[in-house]
């Protein structure tokens, strides 16, 4: 009898399948799935040897290459733990990852100032890798722990989510079907292998066996050369990226059948210039704790500029009121979802893991409603995160780094919409007189990760807080916007 | 925490993400997908009124009428285990199959002596069904058992195959992948409902989203006038239903992308004959012990006339040669399989269970071969067994009803090939030498289903037989060809 939960390794399947497919490409470098697989084997093969186990966790600075892609796979192959982490992340952001995550190895190159000992670079990990793949990879049990993936939140902690497996290999399967995704499409990838958005086109791309041109970082010259030179018919972006690609007046192939726009809220207006250039554009919603997608809209159904579309089959969305009572259409309040596609909790943090649930249901921290036709309209991501890029920016992480700041006593951050990016943070501080922008900066390069630094700083003589002390950010804005605070030169 | 085995109620889900779009048709009447789902509460409230339970087995006389769609649909709601049988089956082979299942109770018209008295007819529980649909439907547990399907194998014996909620909702989605199947595509549904390959079009309908057009019996007259009303994209036949299609001289209609041929191998010849005439035939290769599709062509490969195609991925095939080795390409053997599809066992026969599979592979009992680019040729279907028109028939089975005539002392039945049905059943008899053909016929009629009635008889002094007893079928069919058993008149 087969177990249940079992299913033959994704990698090794698709490339007896489909071994002289393209499975990557950077433009340079081509892989069929059968190369892939080869490589993944040979990769797999020498961590084993170096001691890398099923349910161990490997830390791996995420960069968008081939190697890193390859390394992914192996870990697959071994059943360890992957946890991707920013690669430009600040020293003190990467550190508070990799202490949380307490990985057995760290694939890439550490901060100079870490607790951290066992690490391997991608490239001597790839080095002479010509052994025989004595490693046979193992099948796939759904229920196990495929990666920790940290999502920063609001409450700037940062929290280390678990994707089984299943998450994994469900959400490849329904957004196949909801975007009709077959063996003959081409990826274009220009997302980060951090974020889930990124990592799932890896694992969609196995299970649905289309192929994958992969670019180490956004670039729209790098796009329009691949572009020319590729039939791309599939490609993910943060609005920030639309943007960019539409103001660089790009010409868009006529292969691409669908642009999934996720990560952030596009404005209505945006998505309307960009349908009246006849481009291909569907807003999809998710996040990281259901493993990408929820919600997608369908080209053919012609959807709003604002709705994120229906659902990924089989997933279910509802609207929970404030009184506990899941709504009727129209009927604003917290998004929440339930499906196989919903995470299996965070790592080492089982309040937040039970705070999070609310009668099976997952609380997305959403507000938005449904509509009549059962899409799903996105009013408002989580309270007080800031969404610059498609990156999750919490304020209080921010806030805590400059209070920390000797001449600093408060310190409160808000979001400004920006047509590029969609937000952006600034900061009000109660500071010493004397302090200058200059400090400042110098303070966020060296304790905040670059897209976390502030882009203004403004200085109050107090911040509107309630009794218990809590910051009111409604509040605070409302006084930002008449203009009381000062920026700071 | 969700557990990791359930998903939302496929159809609940379905019929909110696609409430108004076509799900079933005959021709006459038209349900959407909320319709179709307000009926399925309805029916499935009755039926818990009556009594019907989680994990109770309900026998279906299933009949192809939207009626018996919604009845089996309303099972999943109740988490009832659906056992679909043959409605034109005779008496005997119905309570032997009921006898085995033992079901709680059976939907359909019982035959005259039946040891059963539990049975409503699909009318009486759709009469007046206007009440309050009261009854939730519950999440599906993907290990739970959704159908006990019977088969009837070599020996005689019918088995019942144990399908979980898994088995079907992976081979639907990997189905939909392979295929390319969408929520834009209609499936004209021809095949009979108590086989998988029939049933198994209702779940894909709900999991991808496709309607379908569902016709009481196959008809070229009826499939015709279907075609010229409803944009048809995808067809499933067995080979004689295609023969029949060719000989009548239909239009196939320019929507039909894709007709897949299964149930039994079709000759290369007339896989063919049906592409020169630039129809999109893939052959299709699946048992009911794999929840339908193991393999199946791919249009784009433009694989062989012979080839069943390559697996669906993610199952795995390999050829196991006789001395228990897994053989490489090119190599003949049995055909075994593994993946998430395998089902979970045969019912009440943990014998059968055991030997049906070797270290975690199914045996499918199919000779065959891989090829070097990862397809099956599928040289022999299971030893012994009888294919006439897709439908199974063991030899066995037919000869014990002729050696319990009176009359007849010892039987032999040979598969013998046509060029419509694939196969048809002929006997050789030890008889009286009054015995006719007339009584044979007689006796055929009484005692066995229509299909599995011989096309001809033939007398013999004797049976070619081993020393144990054991019929020489290969010898008996040498000595049939010969010409040496006359025919009975």
């Given at each position: 009898m087969t177990v249940m939960s079992q299913m033959p390794n994704w990698l090794s399947a698709r490339s007896k399948l489909?071994?002289?497919?393209?499975?990557?490409?950077?433009g340079q470098q081509t892989w069929s799935f059968g190369q892939l697989d080869r490589y993944v084997s040979q990769l797999a093969t020498r961590m084993f040897h170096m001691g890398v186990r099923a349910g161990q966790r490997i830390a791996v600075l995420a960069e968008s290459n081939m190697k890193i892609v390859a390394i992914i796979h192996a870990l697959i192959q071994l059943g360890a733990v992957l946890v991707p982490?920013?690669?430009?992340?600040s020293s003190e952001d990467t550190n508070t990852i990799l202490l949380d995550a307490d990985?057995?190895?760290?694939?890439g190159t550490l901060p100079r100032?870490?607790?951290?000992?066992r690490s391997i670079t991608p490239e001597v990990l790839w080095h002479?890798?010509?052994?025989?793949?004595l490693y046979r990879s193992q099948p796939i049990n759904?229920?196990?722990?495929q990666c920790l993936m940290y999502t920063s939140g609001t409450t700037g902690r940062p929290k280390g989510a678990l994707i089984s497996y299943g998450n994994i290999y469900y959400s490849a399967v329904s957004s196949a079907i909801h975007n009709g995704t077959t063996s003959s499409d081409l990826w274009l990838h220009v997302m980060p292998l951090f974020h889930i958005g990124g990592l799932s086109i890896l694992f969609r791309s196995v299970i649905t066996g289309n192929g994958i041109v992969l670019l180490p970082r956004f670039d729209p010259e790098h796009i329009q050369d691949t572009w020319s030179r590729y039939p791309v018919s599939l490609v993910s972006l943060v609005p920030t990226m639309l943007f960019r690609l539409l103001k660089s007046s790009l010409n868009f192939?006529?292969?691409?059948?669908?642009?999934?726009?996720?990560g952030a809220p596009p404005s209505a207006s945006f998505v309307r210039q960009a349908r009246a250039a006849r481009l291909p554009v569907v807003l999809t919603y998710g996040l990281t704790e259901t493993s990408s997608q929820i919600a997608t809209q369908l080209l053919?159904?012609?959807?709003?500029?604002?709705s994120a579309g229906?659902?990924?089959?089989p997933t279910e969305i509802a609207i929970l009121s404030e009184n506990g009572i899941i709504c009727e259409p129209g009927k604003t309040g917290e998004i929440v979802v339930k499906g196989p596609?919903?995470?299996?909790?965070?790592w080492k943090q089982p309040q937040k893991t039970q705070e999070i649930f609310w009668e099976g249901w997952l609380r997305t921290g959403d507000v938005g409603h449904l509509n009549d036709n059962g899409s799903i309209t996105v009013?408002?991501?989580?309270?007080?995160l800031i969404i610059r890029g498609g990156e999750n920016i919490s304020p209080v992480e921010i806030e805590r780094v400059f209070t920390a700041?000797?001449?600093?006593s408060d310190a409160g951050v808000l979001p400004i919409n920006d047509e590029e990016w969609g937000q952006v943070p600034v900061i009000i501080l109660v500071t010493d007189?004397?302090?200058?922008r200059q400090q400042c900066s110098e303070w966020a390069n060296a304790h905040l990760s670059s897209i976390k630094r502030p882009v203004a700083y403004y200085h109050a003589d107090s911040l509107p807080r309630t009794?218990?002390?809590?910051?009111?950010r409604t509040e605070l804005l409302k006084i930002w916007q008449s203009g009381a605070y000062y920026e700071l030169l």
């Open positions: 489909s071994a002289d497919r393209l499975a990557l490409t950077n982490v920013n690669p430009r992340l990985p057995w190895l760290v694939i100032e870490t607790p951290f000992s002479d890798l010509e052994q025989e793949p759904l229920s196990d722990i192939p006529a292969s691409l059948r669908l642009i999934l726009l996720g053919q159904d012609k959807e709003s500029d604002t229906h659902p990924i089959y596609t919903v995470f299996k909790g965070y009013i408002d991501r989580q309270k007080d700041h000797p001449l600093i007189p004397q302090l200058t009794a218990s002390g809590k910051l009111r």
